[in-house]
Every structure is written in C-alpha cells, then in structure tokens.
C-alpha cells in the first residue's frame, strides 16, 4: 500500500482545534481506472502534487 494523500499539519487554532490540508503525494490510484469505467468522473489534477 501506498499513501494517495496525507494531511499538512499547520498548527492549532485559537479553539484549539487542528489546523491543515489534506494534500496529493502524486501517487495516481490504481483505482482510478475503475472508478472512470463506473462513470465516475474524477478531475485530472486529483492525485498531482499540490501547487504552492
């Protein structure tokens, strides 16, 4: 197994509660291919790495 996405800590807010992103790791899912035969539409960029 590989990780697809991971979360981007940034810290803790004022209600202390966990501040951060979820982001790509530029891994594509092997999955994706089944999910465009079921007709589910994924955007092409999901699983690119993200644009800082």
Do not use: C
């Amino acid at each position: 197994m590989q990780e697809v996405f991971y979360f981007d800590h940034t810290g803790i807010g004022p209600d202390n509660k966990v501040e951060g992103e979820f982001a790509a790791t530029g891994v594509r899912s092997h999955y994706a291919d089944r999910f465009q035969r079921w007709g589910v539409r994924l955007p092409p960029d999901l699983f690119g790495p993200r644009k800082k």
